[in-house]
Nanobody, 124 residues
Framework: QGQLVESGGGLAQAGGSLRLTCVDS????????LSWFRQAPGKDREFVAGIGWTGRTYYKNSVEGRFTISRDNAKNTVYLQMDRLEPEDTALYYC??????????????????WGQGTQVTVSA
């Protein structure tokens, strides 16, 4: 994979929506497992959602039904649609890529490429 660049973060009210975008500048994008992680101040980085190179999706329990991960291999892009946002979703969100990854890897070291992060802030 190449470089991952996230965008789409910002400020939202509780109950609102944001869509994060992550673009990969490398090749063989369709062979990558792609995941979104987040890290709140003072907390560990945690898995939020992932999509395997086969297209199978996985979610953290607390976001299932509110967040949707998808990919467009023709555009080398992975998305995270976040609906019904909660203040607890406030964090720095990172995109990560794992070669032939299943999309549900929680171990950070399995990912060979990370984006720089995009901030999501949800107000009550």
């Amino acid at each position: 994979q190449g470089q991952l660049v996230e965008s789409g973060g910002g400020l939202a009210q509780a109950g609102g929506s944001l869509r994060l975008t992550c673009v990969d500048s490398g090749r063989l994008f369709d062979r990558l497992g792609l995941s979104w992680f987040r890290q709140a101040p003072g907390k560990d980085r945690e898995f939020v959602a992932g999509i395997g190179w086969t297209g199978r999706t996985y979610y953290k329990n607390s976001v299932e039904g509110r967040f949707t991960i998808s990919r467009d291999n023709a555009k080398n892009t992975v998305y995270l649609q976040m609906d019904r946002l909660e203040p607890e979703d406030t964090a720095l969100y990172y995109c990560a890529a794992e070669n032939r990854g299943p999309g549900n890897s929680r171990l950070l070291t399995l990912y060979g490429c990370w984006g720089q992060g995009t901030q999501v802030t949800v107000s009550a």
